[in-house]
């Protein structure tokens, strides 16, 4: 069993640059793909971007110019940074996690075993 815990969210400004943490616990991330997903309100989740355990990235197309997805195994640590945030960028934010030892990242829910609680960012205009 893996626990997935996000931090790093809260009011920011639009414009600026946002980083967020999912620290996992119960099994070493080194043989997972790992994801980052958003849900907006009255939205559907979406998949924002994700790292397979090559290191491999895989990004949404609305935020591929903004986006950073990286990891560190060592701290069993999967990070977001989005730069040049703008309102619609409001929602919450969950990291995801799935067995692969393949060069993979999957954008669908389904394909995620393990899902944090989830980090809300706002961004004000």
């Known amino acids: 069993q893996v626990q997935l815990v996000e931090s790093g969210g809260g009011l920011v400004q639009t414009g600026d640059s946002l980083r967020l943490s999912c620290v996992a616990s119960g099994r070493p991330l080194s043989s997972f793909a790992l994801a980052w997903f958003r849900q907006a309100p009255g939205e559907e989740r979406e998949f924002v971007g994700g790292?397979?355990?090559?290191?491999?990235?895989k990004y949404a197309d609305f935020v591929k110019d903004r986006l950073t997805v990286s990891r560190d195994n060592a701290k069993n640590t999967v990070y977001l940074k989005l730069d040049r945030l703008k309102p619609e960028d409001t929602a919450a934010y969950y990291c995801a996690a799935t067995v692969s030892r393949a060069n993979w990242v999957g954008a669908q829910r389904d394909q995620y075993n393990y899902w944090g609680q989830g980090t809300q960012v706002t961004v004000s205009s």
């Open positions: 790292i397979a355990w090559s290191g491999s990235t």
